[in-house]
């Protein structure tokens, strides 16, 4: 089967069970955001000089593959989703993000106010996929506006990742004595 399926062409794309909605439909624009933020992750995981972020962000990213299947999701279909064996975004996901802010929080990171992105390679990468979570949470936030979204623990774990992505881009600057 070839990637080119020619079912786009017309401006819809597909969701899970056979829905097609417009290639701009609310849905398709959060999932784009979260797949930009798993691609920034990747950037952000390939290019870090420290395992400690790169190993944490592996994690991340894979689940973010189960949120952005989620969000995909027709609220109507979600039974049949949860039924199907797919994973649902729970507290304990967003728990485990904040285990790891208190362990980052923990190492007494230097930090005082607002960080201006830019000061080492891996910080900046990171502030940036930090913007791109921030999106993809509004994006997600629309959704729940409309009623698309029954599932609000996928705007607290976005919400949740945005401050650990900051918090990353902190530690790796202190870890490079950046003042």
């Known amino acids: 089967m070839s990637i080119v399926t020619k079912t786009g062409d017309s401006g819809?794309?597909?969701?899970?069970?056979?829905?097609?909605?417009?290639?701009?439909?609310?849905?398709?624009?959060?999932?784009?955001?979260?797949?930009?933020?798993?691609?920034?992750?990747?950037?952000?995981?390939?290019t870090a000089e420290h395992d400690f972020v790169r190993n944490n962000l592996f994690w991340i990213q894979k689940s973010l593959v189960d949120l952005m299947g989620e969000v995909g999701v027709v609220t109507?279909?979600?039974?049949?989703?949860?039924?199907?064996?797919y994973l649902l975004v729970t507290p304990e996901m967003t728990a485990k993000l904040e285990k790891l802010v208190k362990e980052i929080e923990a190492q007494n990171i230097s930090f005082k106010g607002w960080a201006t992105p830019g000061a080492t390679k891996d910080s900046a990468v990171?502030?940036?996929?930090?913007?791109?979570?921030?999106?993809?949470?509004?994006?997600?936030?629309?959704?729940?506006?409309?009623g698309?979204?029954?599932?609000?623990?996928?705007?607290?774990?976005?919400?949740?990742?945005?401050?650990?992505?900051?918090?990353?881009?902190?530690w790796t600057e202190t870890k490079s004595d950046v003042k």
């Open 12 to 46: 819809t794309t597909g969701l899970m069970y056979g829905r097609r909605v417009p290639k701009n439909h609310p849905r398709v624009e959060a999932c784009g955001a979260i797949d930009e933020l798993n691609a920034a992750l990747g950037v952000a995981r390939a």
């Open 148 to 170: 698309e979204l029954k599932n609000g623990e996928i705007i607290v774990y976005l919400n949740r990742l945005s401050d650990l992505l900051w918090l990353f881009a902190r």
């Open 76 to 85: 109507e279909d979600l039974p049949r989703y949860a039924r199907d064996g």
């Open 126 to 146: 990171l502030d940036m996929a930090r913007t791109v979570c921030r999106r993809a949470e509004r994006r997600v936030c629309d959704l729940k506006k409309s």
